[in-house]
Structure formats: structure tokens, C-alpha cells
């Protein structure tokens, strides 16, 4: 019997948020004999509460579904709507009717840890009422921070963006060596410092810029950051520094709060910039050499020019997968990555208990930060370096990147 199928995207975009869609999108539209039509969500969950949902056929038609590959952002648009935390209230049912009005038997949702949290309830919801719609998370996020899988898409090429943006920005720095200088260039991270660490793979050499690397799971003094900056200026003058934005006292409290209160977003995150430059003024008035900050805000995420190629194929096929798995009746997972043992690097698609993953953030383990919290070490690097391997060729017209549009 066939199903129809409807697929959304949620949270912050990627590179590659759209190479998963495309896979669940172009596997469904090949599963003639198990899925009907393919609707997306336009904004998520919240869109289709509203009835935005689009008919995604006529993309592969058009041709329109191969530019998507390549296609940085949320093609189909995105949310940040948390479902309630109880299954009684009133939206529950009435996102069900409309999965009845709509023939829906297939659901996913790609992105993060908050929409993990949706699938998660979607799915418990789905169990209390007997509904056998299947629900499956695609997972997303350049923080790399979901827990049960070795990495997610979205991770890789937002590191490779990372690791060469810092090494422009260092031979940048190096340019005049009369006087000394802290280049201090900030990075998303909140909780989980595994993409400022991937700053560490823009060095040429040991010792090489960047030197000094904060990441959040460690608590950063300031008092201790002086003296790091000091030390580090006797060996290489033009000191390229890399924090994340989520950098902390180990006491709950932000970095860039000391300089001013923060808001929240509709989750109750904080949202966090100006750590860099904090830093930036307490290295000018603390030791008075030449010194600027760098935020790389959404750029290492929205940047299709040095997309992985190793990060969209496999955001591709987690999306392909997820219909697999769906179709064969699994339902309340995620797609997940397990690495395999070898020299060479291999990768297994595997389905995660979602209810394990939602609301839960992996970080990066303690014993590959070194130097007192102050750099990372080699183990990073050795996990780091496979997942930004290969280039892609992105589509272009009158010498510019060609996108899909909705």
C-alpha cells in the first residue's frame, strides 16, 4: 500500500542540510511502490500547521532536485517551534488530522538536536493514539554535537570552511612581522567546541597558527588567557588565536556576557557573539599590541564554495537510508554514522533511538583537549581530517554559484 510522504527541515541551516533532502526526496520519488506524494514543509512543522507544504515532484522534472544538492541554506525554508512538552495539548491532535487530510504515512525531519526532540514526541504521540505513520530523524548540525552517531552532516564541511578560512586569515597576519599582533577569530559553539577545533587542521606544522584554541568544555579565565597571549607572542608574532562563542567560567557564565546581558532564542537558548571581541579589548588594554577579532557568524555554515565531498555524500545517503529504514516499518529513529575499524575511512548508516538522542549533547572528550585547556591534540585531527576530503563542483551561470530557488 502506498504512502505518502512529507519531509520538513528544522534549525539552523548547513551546507548540506539540502544533500539530505535531496536523498530522501530522490529515494522516495524512486519508491513507486511504497510512497505516493511527496510533500515538503515549507518552515518545518510550523509551516505545515499553517498548510505550507509543497508538492516536490515537479523539482526532479524541472531539474530543479540536482541543483539542490549543491544548494547551501534550507531549500524548503526552516523553524525554531518547539512542540509542547505534553503529548495532551491540543496541537497534537490537530497535526494529526492534518497528516489525515494529506494521506501521510511517512515522516522526516532533518536537523539538529531540537528537531530530534520533535520526532521524538511525534512519535510517542503516534504510539499512544495506534496511528502507524513512521517517523524518522535525518540528522544536521555543524555542531557535530548529537549523541549516538560518530558525526553529523553538515560537520565536515563546515570544518573544512573553518580550518581554510584560518589559514587565509593567518597568512593574512603574517604579513607584516615589525610588530606584534593577536588575530582572535570567534566560532560557532555553544556547548560543544568540535568546530573551533577544526581550526587546528589549518596548521601546516607544529606550532603553527593557530596556536592558542578555547573551546567551551573547558573554563576559560582570563587571567589565564593573558598569559597565554604573552607567551605565545615570544614564539610567533603574529598570534592567530581561535575560541568558540560558547566560551565560559565553568560557572554557567558566558564569556561575551561580561561585556553585556544576552538574549533567548524560543528554546531558551542564550544567543551568544561577542566573545571575540571581549577579548579583543582585553588584549589591547592588558598588553597593548596590534589586535583585531574575527567572527565567522554564519558563513562556516552557509558557504557551498569548499562544500566536503565526503559531507555531502553521506548527508545524501542518510537521507535515502531514512526512507529505507521507514519503509521497511521502523519508526521513532534517527539515522546515525558508525565508523568501522581500518586504516581506510568507512562509514555504516544505522538507525538510533531518537528518544536517546534528542536533548542530549555530545562533546568533544576531555582527553583530546591539551595544554590546559589551551589547544587540541592529534586524536582530533585523526577523527577530523576524513570527513573534509573531496571537492565538490558547484553549478554556475555569469560566473557565480547557480542555486535552487523555491
Known amino acids: 500500500m502506498k504512502r505518502n510522504v512529507i519531509v520538513g527541515q528544522s534549525g539552523g541551516p548547513t551546507a548540506v542540510i539540502n544533500a539530505s533532502l535531496y536523498g530522501v526526496v530522490y529515494e522516495a520519488l524512486n519508491r513507486e511502490d511504497a510512497c505516493g506524494t511527496v510533500y515538503g514543509m515549507i518552515n518545518g512543522i510550523e509551516g505545515f500547521l499553517n498548510d505550507q507544504i509543497m508538492d516536490m515532484e515537479p523539482l526532479e522534472q524541472s531539474g530543479k532536485l540536482e541543483l539542490i544538492r549543491t544548494t547551501p541554506g534550507s531549500f524548503l525554508g526552516s523553524c525554531r517551534y518547539k512542540l509542547p512538552e505534553d503529548l495532551g495539548d491540543e496541537v497534537y491532535p490537530k497535526l494529526f488530522e492534518k497528516f489525515a487530510q494529506y494521506g501521510i504515512g511517512y515522516f522526516f525531519y532533518i536537523g539538529g538536536n531540537d528537531s530530534m526532540d520533535t520526532v521524538s514526541k511525534l512519535s510517542r504521540y503516534a504510539e499512544q493514539i ?3 505513520i513512521r517517523f524518522i530523524g535525518i540528522p ?3 555542531d557535530n554535537d548529537l549523541v549516538h552517531t560518530d558525526h553529523t552532516p553538515g560537520f565536515g564541511s563546515a570544518a573544512k570552511y573553518v580550518a581554510s578560512t584560518v589559514r587565509e586569515i593567518a597568512l593574512d597576519a603574517s604579513v607584516y612581522d615589525n610588530k606584534k599582533s593577536v588575530t582572535i577569530v570567534e566560532i560557532m559553539g555553544r556547548h560543544a567546541g568540535w568546530l573551533t ?3 587546528v587542521l589549518a596548521r601546516k606544522f ?3 597558527n593557530p596556536v592558542l584554541v578555547y573551546l567551551p568544555e573547558t573554563a576559560f579565565d582570563p587571567e589565564k588567557f593573558l598569559g597565554d597571549v604573552r607567551a605565545a607572542l615570544e614564539k610567533v608574532p603574529n598570534l592567530v588565536v581561535c575560541i568558540s562563542e560558547g566560551i565560559n567560567d565553568g560557572q554557567g557564565t558566558f564569556i561575551c556576557e561580561l ?3 544576552v538574549g533567548v532564542d524560543t528554546f531558551g537558548h542564550k544567543m551568544l557573539t561577542g566573545s571575540g571581541k571581549y577579548l579583543e579589548n582585553l588584549v589591547k588594554e592588558k598588553i597593548g599590541v596590534k589586535v583585531r577579532s574575527v567572527e565567522l557568524n554564519v558563513l562556516q555554515r552557509c558557504s557551498s564554495a569548499m562544500l566536503s565531498g565526503t559531507d555531502q555524500k ?3 545517503a542518510s537521507g535515502a537510508y531514512g526512507v529505507k529504514c521507514a519503509i521497511e516499518g521502523a519508526t521513532g529513529k534517527m539515522v546515525a554514522f558508525r565508523r568501522l575499524p581500518g586504516e581506510d575511512y568507512r562509514t ?7 528518544n536517546a538522542i534528542c536533548n542530549q549533547e555530545k562533546t568533544v572528550p576531555a582527553e583530546w583537549i591539551t595544554k590546559d585547556g589551551s589547544d587540541v591534540g592529534r586524536e582530533f585531527t585523526a577523527y577530523a581530517l576524513p570527513l573534509i576530503q573531496g571537492e565538490v563542483k558547484v553549478p554556475s551561470e555569469n560566473g557565480l554559484p547557480l542555486f535552487a530557488y523555491r
Open 140 to 142: 544536521k548540525t555543524i
Open 130 to 132: 495506534g496511528s502507524d
Open 197 to 199: 577545533a577544526a581550526s
Open 259 to 261: 561585556a553585556s546581558s
Open 314 to 316: 553521506e548527508a545524501i
Open 348 to 354: 555504516d548508516y544505522v538507525l538510533e533511538d531518537v
Open 206 to 208: 607544529e606550532g603553527d
